[in-house]
């Protein structure tokens, strides 16, 4: 006899996409429930509507036999998606420097270099993935370093906390610093190795990672080709057209290349599944490009404005159609909290002429980012079958915010207010599969 499953019923006010807004803010594009339920069972969602169409929905027997969680006055969202995040930089966050290139010399090449001890590596991504869940994030694309117990370390943690994660060895075989440099051979073995053991297993990812083209020799990107097309659904991570000074170099790297994007283009890195940081200088034809092979841009705001490194062009990435998630870019980003992010968002969005909308700020931040990350169909929004993973936001916990909530009369106007104006102090409680992961105490 099979044990009885896991039944959770929560209610509060619910909000989910089922698809991008757009410029236009579609409101087909999200179902929003002021007294809403969400019914889950064994880790997934069998329910989620209005509270009083529970009960036609689900039958007294199961519904008596759930838990109850009572959210009520509080906004419930699927977990936050961090789509770029360096784990080892929680080391050298917020450091003082100049550029891109300076800034990898100086303070993250030395940081990654600690993580060769694994003891050192478990501490980093146990307090990392603590502290994404505490700031409401379930599911990141997430760099290690060149060393494979950096994944391995990163794995276990993630396994433990049966999140849904991905995570990849980085690929870097010149032009940085030899205590991190491995070699086409060693990331081809390091990295099949890695895959075999942790591709698919519970809710974990592999996503082949070749730091950026002017750390890796030819040899290693046709290596990353080779492992990206290894399996149907493997996932890549790189950057692209983050600094024009990188872009220059890119250019005297490969001077057969007639821009950036045709240098991953080349080794068959670019594909459903696959997703660049940045993509703040590109032209149009590499915009088409993008749309065309539904290859993804990770549009990391705060790290635009800490680094100096330009505006993403948000609003022309969506027209063109390229995929597009929202993230964090920690170390290069200066928080790990998603609502800061989506407020960052707004601000670069404002500098570079294109405003972003609420509902598309909301949208990138959860569907929009497990879209790009291709993972759509398991996390993202609150469709029967997929996996409970929700956070809790409680605006009361900001007293400006909460003053400022009395005068609003739209709910876009209130998401707007929570999203300039919140942080991870709102995050009342992050759930994973259902159950309760954190909750942080009311002031
Ligand atoms: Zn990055």
């Known amino acids: 006899m099979n044990p009885q499953p896991a039944r959770l019923l929560v209610r509060a006010s619910i909000l989910h996409f089922l698809a991008d807004p757009g410029e236009h803010d579609d409101p ?20 989620c509507g209005d509270f009083a169409a529970l009960e036609a929905a689900v039958p007294v027997a199961r519904r008596d036999a759930a838990r109850l969680c009572d959210y009520r006055g509080k906004l419930l969202l699927p977990g936050f998606v961090d789509s770029h995040v360096h784990y080892p930089q929680l080391r050298v966050l917020g450091s003082w420097g100049r550029q891109l290139l300076d800034w990898l010399t100086d303070y993250t090449f030395p940081a990654e270099r600690a993580l060769a001890d694994e003891n050192v590596a478990r501490e980093t991504a146990s307090f990392f993935l603590d502290r994404l869940l505490a700031h409401g994030t379930t599911t990141a694309s997430v760099y290690a370093t060149v060393h494979p117990q950096s994944v391995e370390a990163f794995f276990v943690e993630a396994d433990k906390r049966k999140l849904r994660m991905l995570c990849g060895k980085v690929l870097m075989d010149r032009n940085c610093p030899e205590f991190l440099r491995d070699t086409p051979a060693t990331a081809l073995s390091d990295s099949a190795a890695l895959i075999a053991r942790w591709h698919g297993r519970g ?49 005297e790297l490969f001077p057969a290349q007639r821009d950036y994007l045709e240098v991953y283009e080349s080794f068959g890195l670019v594909g459903r599944g696959a997703i660049y940081g940045h993509g703040i200088h590109l032209s149009a034809s590499e915009r088409e490009r993008l749309a065309g092979s539904q290859t993804a841009i990770a549009f990391c705001p705060t790290s635009n404005l800490f680094l100096g490194s330009g505006w993403c062009a948000h609003a022309d990435l969506g027209r063109a159609g390229v995929p597009l998630g929202l993230a964090t870019d920690v170390g290069g980003g200066t928080s790990l909290s998603m609502l800061r992010t989506m407020g960052a968002a707004y601000e670069v969005g404002q500098a570079g002429g294109q405003t972003l909308s609420p509902w598309r700020a909301w949208y990138l931040a959860t569907l929009g980012g497990a879209h790009a990350l291709a993972l759509d169909h398991a996390i993202g929004n609150f469709l ?22 009395r005068y609003a009369s739209t709910l876009a106007e209130r998401l707007f207010a929570l999203m300039m104006l919140g942080d991870e102090r709102c995050v009342a409680a992050t759930h994973v599969l259902g159950e309760r992961v954190w909750e942080s105490v009311a002031a």
């Open 203 to 251: 809710r974990l990812g592999y996503t082949v990672t070749p730091r950026f083209a002017p750390t890796s020799s030819p040899e290693q990107l046709e290596v990353a080709g080779e492992l990206f097309r290894s399996r149907p659904d493997m996932h890549l991570q790189s950057h692209l057209s983050e600094n024009t000074r990188e872009i220059a170099w890119v250019r």
């Open 384 to 405: 029967p079958g997929r996996e409970a993973d929700f956070v809790v936001l409680d605006s009361t916990r900001i007293p400006e915010l909460d003053f400022r909530l």
């Open 28 to 47: 087909r594009a999200w179902q929003y429930f002021e007294d809403g339920a969400l019914f889950v069972e064994d880790g997934h969602v069998s329910f």
